[in-house]
């Protein structure tokens, strides 16, 4: 409950996510014979907010959220930067997903910067999405993978472009319209951690994600909550010119924020010092 009130209120712009995510994570833990991990993959232009629902699904499962010491993150260029450690990489990432999971089977793992991963990392935790009742005595079936990148965005724009052009609103667009569409991209793109990634292939993936791209409305929506949240009183005006300032494509209909809502914080700063 706590997850879906969370996303309706925070959450801007992206019906399918919330749709998508609530079913998946409260299915998930209300299953009490899963055959296999629960992972999703969260994709979409930066500012669309994939960090943000992974932070949400972390605070509706955990007491401490992100915080919890069962929630464990890792950002691409920070904890795997050397393409010649991968080897290294993969042994530490799996001794790492092996040693948490057996302490805590309900364990999180967030991934970020998927699209800036080295191709072939991921791989090796294939064996621990994989449907194994035990490996080595312990059980994955408990635990949850989220993965977020930027990859496909381009693909999600078409889409939601394609809608637009044919006078259709984009809460018309279904999961249906955009998934395979979206793993086939992410698993052709070469400059993704997923490519050709046999956990795609093997379709360990149980849910690939579109956040699509945010139009000026949403922008606003989200200027007004953070006014809000710094216990302001919210100005229309100062919504509008934060709004207005942001830089918007394709260049001719400009409809979509290019960085979505990922400067609005910064932007306050100037307005609310």
Request: charged content about 25%.
């Amino acid at each position: 409950a706590a997850l879906q009130e969370n996303l309706d209120k925070k959450l801007f712009g992206q019906h399918l996510v919330s749709r998508v995510v609530v079913k998946a994570v409260r299915g998930f833990l209300n299953n009490t014979n899963a055959k296999k991990p629960l992972a999703l993959s969260l994709h979409g232009w930066t500012g669309t907010g994939k960090n943000f629902v992974s932070k949400i699904v972390a605070e509706s499962i955990y007491k401490r959220g992100l915080q919890s010491k069962y929630v464990h993150q890792f950002v691409a260029t920070l904890h795997f930067p050397h393409a010649h450690s991968i080897n290294l990489y993969k042994d530490q990432l799996q001794s790492w997903i092996r040693g948490n999971v057996s302490v805590c089977p309900r364990s999180l793992f967030i991934f970020d910067e998927m699209d800036k991963m080295h191709a072939g990392l991921i791989d090796s935790i294939k064996p621990f999405l994989d449907y194994y009742e035990l490996l080595d005595g312990v059980s994955y079936r408990q635990a949850i993978f989220i993965f977020l990148s930027n990859a496909g965005a381009e693909k999600i724009t078409e889409v939601a472009l394609d809608f637009w052009r044919n006078g259709r609103t984009r809460e018309d667009i279904q999961l249906t319209d955009i998934q395979n569409a979206l793993s086939v991209s992410v698993f052709n793109n070469k400059n993704s951690g997923f490519w050709h990634s046999t956990l795609i292939d093997r379709n360990l993936i149980d849910y690939f994600i579109p956040f699509l791209p945010l139009e000026y409305k949403h922008v606003k929506m989200c200027v007004r909550v953070e006014i809000e949240s710094r216990g302001y009183a919210v100005d229309e005006d100062i919504v509008s010119r934060i709004a207005d300032e942001m830089t918007y494509f394709p260049r001719e209909e400009r409809i979509y924020s290019d960085k979505g809502c990922k400067t609005v914080d910064a932007k306050l700063d100037y307005y609310y010092d």
